[in-house]
């Protein structure tokens, strides 16, 4: 599904994040991308929803190469990218059902898919009961799963989470993860970029470790593997 | 399922997205009700002197041609010339490149209009042979601008005694109405572009107030044009109404000055309302919704960058 070919990054200020990366993604897969900061976690996450692009090599999910898309093709790749940010990013004057209903407004959905897709990512995320309150209402790890239900509103095929958890207690952001698996199991593909060691020993999936801007080890499921295509 | 799949019927999300636009572009003027009052103040003042002195700029125009129109050469005529050598004179005269018009003025006609003018004071003069005056010819130039040139000219022909044509008057009105148009088009052009600076910054607000939500219709996969339309739509609204308000008070106030201008300074022939109302209306208002739709563009370019 994501195949990432000879990736490299230099940053304008001359920061090399990332050097000649291979890497693949299955359809369906839950993978974690693990690292010190500055590994290039971030930058490989930004560069699969097409934020930056890369100096050199081609990143193609189901075969169309991103890095040659159109300026207006940009928007149509994001609709197929729920993203999962560390700090929220909620629109706090609006309620829990309105943040959700948001992400599938801006891409001209109906108000009939709205007012049936969006009960759906809630109660997915366990969050049926509280659709009419605000996000400053909420706990936080209520907060990341009304994230949650954002990202997979628009039953996109890959999530993205970039340090999902970075913000809750251990027992709270083992909840998020619950959730997460369960959108895995209906066959979304995960990528989930963390610091946190035990959630990765013990979710027991995929792990890509960075290091220095390469793939250190690429072990699935307590296996080390060819982290090529 | 295709990375670049999108759906739904084009017409019905066309007008939902319409809907959408106009609804969002509304909520913000009244979120941010007084910014957005401030921002049609800032038009409305703009556009207020803009106008005002565009209807100055009009006039002046227009008082300048019709002075430049009177301007005209009086050329005066040998004494020792006759009848047919005049007529001659007229004739080349009147074949000049520049020259529109040539009018003889006999000497009897001159003297006839100065008692017109003076009265009493020149009564003995009008018996035959005790008239002062001379011949004359009055010449007008195709351009006004010509004047000094073609008055050169008619100094070195033959059969001409002296020419006239208040030089210096003249050619300081020319340089004066010249003045005044560059410096209203240079100020024009300068306060236009503080308008549109100023409701940039205004919408830049408004735009950072919401930068949380630009952020994540980009993340989700809203298009370029769906996350400026509701911002382009408040700005050209406020500009728009920024532009009313001027238009409104500066058509009445220049119906009311010209009405006065009538009965009070009848010499001074303002442009008629009508004509200039028109103009300004149609400037101020393509100016406004110019204003504000590009500075809204300009102030949200930053934002869309990802």
Partial sequence: MIEIQEVSMVYPNGVNALKQVDMCVERGDFVF????????????????????????????????????????????????????FQDFRLLNNRTVFENVAFAMQVIGSSGRDIRRRVPEALELVGLSDKAKMKPLELSGGEQQRVCLARAIVNQPLLIIADEPTGNLDPKTAMGIMDALKNINIRGTTVIMATHAKEIVDTMRQRVVVLGGGRIVRDERRGEYSHHGC | MSVMSGGGNTLIMAVRNWVYYIKEAFSSIIRNGWMSFASIGVVTVTLFILGSFMLLNINVEHLTSEIKNQVEIIAYVDEGLVVDEVDKLRVSLIQMEKVEEVRFVSKQEALIRLQSQLGELVEGYSEDGRNPLRDSFEIRTIIPEDISEVAASLQAMPGIARVDYGTEVVEKLFRFTGAVQWIGLAFMI?????????????????????????????????????????????????????????????????GQTVGWAKLNLYFLPLVSPEIVIEQMVRTLFVLGTFIGGVGSLISIRRFLKV
């Fill in chain 1, 33 to 84: 991308v693990v690292g010190e900061s500055g590994a290039g976690k971030s930058t490989l996450i930004r560069l699969i929803c097409r934020e930056y692009l890369p100096s050199k090599g081609s990143i193609k999910i189901h075969g169309r190469d991103i890095t040659r898309l159109r300026r207006w093709e940009v928007p149509m790749l994001r609709r197929n990218i729920g993203v999962v």
């Fill in chain 2, 190 to 254: 300068g306060l236009a572009l503080t308008a549109m600076f100023l409701i940039a910054n205004t919408i830049k607000l408004t735009v950072n107030a919401r930068s949380r939500e630009i952020m994540i219709m980009k993340y989700v996969g809203a298009t370029e044009w769906f996350i400026r339309w509701p911002f382009l739509i408040e700005g050209v609204f406020l500009g728009t109404i920024g532009a009313l308000i001027p238009v409104v008070i500066l058509s009445y106030l220049y």
